[in-house]
Nanobody, 116 residues
């Protein structure tokens, strides 16, 4: 049974930083691309960043490039998202995601609120 558990969200001022984590279980973690998505109120869920199984390649949405960094630790079945220089528009629920055996799996999400 695939489980994804996010943590690390919270309230932060514009320009601040947060680090999100996602612990995965139920599948061979190092074999799979892992992703962070986010969904702001009234908007569709969007890709933030993803990282391949070995961690050698990453991909970012344009608006996150240079501010966010995705990483993984295959010894701990964990991915992280370091978010710097946060903006008001980064406010959203952030979700961990994996596509496993033909279907997507999501965590419960963690709320990130950027506000002064």
């Amino acid at each position: 049974q695939v489980q994804l558990v996010e943590s690390g969200g919270g309230l932060v001022q514009p320009g601040g930083s947060l680090r999100l984590s996602c612990v995965a279980s139920g599948f061979i973690f190092s074999w799979y691309r892992m992703s962070w998505y986010r969904q702001a109120p009234g908007k569709e869920r969007e890709l933030v960043a993803d990282i391949i199984g070995t961690g050698d390649r990453t991909n970012y949405a344009d608006s996150m490039k240079g501010r966010f960094t995705i990483s993984r630790d295959n010894t701990k079945n964990t991915i992280s998202l370091q978010m710097n220089r946060l903006k008001l528009e980064d406010t959203a629920v952030y979700y961990c995601h994996v596509f496993w055996v033909g279907r997507p799996y999501w965590g419960q999400g963690t709320q990130v609120t950027v506000s002064s």
